[in-house]
T-cell receptor, first 109, second 114 residues
Framework: GQSLEQPSEVTAVEGAIVQINCTYQ??????LSWYQQHDGGAPTFLSY????GLEETGRFSSFLSRSDSYGYLLLQELQMKDSASYFCAASSGYSTLTFGKGTMLLVSP | NAGVTQTPKFQVLKTGQSMTLQCAQD?????MSWYRQDPGMGLRLIHY???????DQGEVPNGYNVSRSTTEDFPLRLLSAAPSQTSVYFCASMASGTGGDTQYFGPGTRLTVL
């Protein structure tokens, strides 16, 4: 089987930096993706790590360590609109993703 | 491009009824998937397809059927609805099977089974 663990909720204030961790146990692991979902709407892709290290996309960065089966999403200069659920998802096998249960990020003024 | 579209947006069924959730994409993507999302459970893969005529089961396939007769369409059929199938259903498509590809999700269908 495959499983991903991430915190259920994280809180932070505007302008701060927050890190959402994800640990995984999968077979045939290809890489780790991150998705954002606002209020039950359609999840949207944020980033992907196929290799160890840091990937940066604007205010968002994602990190992967295959040896530790661990990754994280880093959000900088938090804004109120960043309040959402964030999912890590492992690619394992052909075109399939296994999602974590999601982390709800609450950004306060 | 409309991206990934799903119909209906909302549906209420009685136990035992059958229905089809429609999904279409206009990006010529080979890979399409169906997920269900329940509170606190994240997204769970129901069925997926790697191309027209090819489908396979995901994590929670029981009670659902799929077919892929064209690249564009990937309908999900509930054979005999049960209250346990009350959920939000998302369809997604992806250009290829490589891990780094983006999955594009539709807006979802909110299904209630009474």
């Amino acid at each position: 089987g495959q499983s991903l663990e991430q915190p259920s909720e994280v809180t932070a204030v505007e302008g701060a930096i927050v890190q959402i961790n994800c640990t995984y146990q999968t077979s045939g692991f290809y890489g780790l993706s991150w998705y954002q979902q606002h209020d039950g709407g359609a999840p949207t892709f944020l980033s992907y790590n196929g290799l160890d290290g840091l990937e940066e996309t604007g205010r968002f960065s994602s990190f992967l360590s295959r040896s530790d089966s661990y990754g994280y999403l880093l959000l900088q200069e938090l804004q109120m609109k960043d309040s959402a659920s964030y999912f890590c998802a492992a690619s394992s096998g052909y075109s399939t993703l296994t999602f974590g249960k999601g982390t709800m990020l609450l950004v306060s003024p | 491009n409309a991206g990934v579209t799903q119909t209906p947006k909302f549906q209420v069924l009685k136990t035992g009824q059958s229905m089809t959730l429609q999904c279409a994409q206009d990006m010529n993507h080979e890979y399409m998937s169906w997920y269900r999302q329940d509170p606190g459970m994240g997204l769970r893969l129901i069925h997926y397809s790697v191309g027209a005529g090819i489908t396979d089961q995901g994590e929670v396939p029981n009670g659902y059927n799929v077919s892929r007769s064209t690249t564009e369409d990937f309908p999900l059929r509930l054979l005999s609805a049960a209250p346990s199938q009350t959920s939000v259903y998302f369809c997604a498509s992806m250009a290829s099977g490589t891990g780094g590809d983006t999955q594009y999700f539709g807006p979802g269908t909110r299904l209630t089974v009474l």
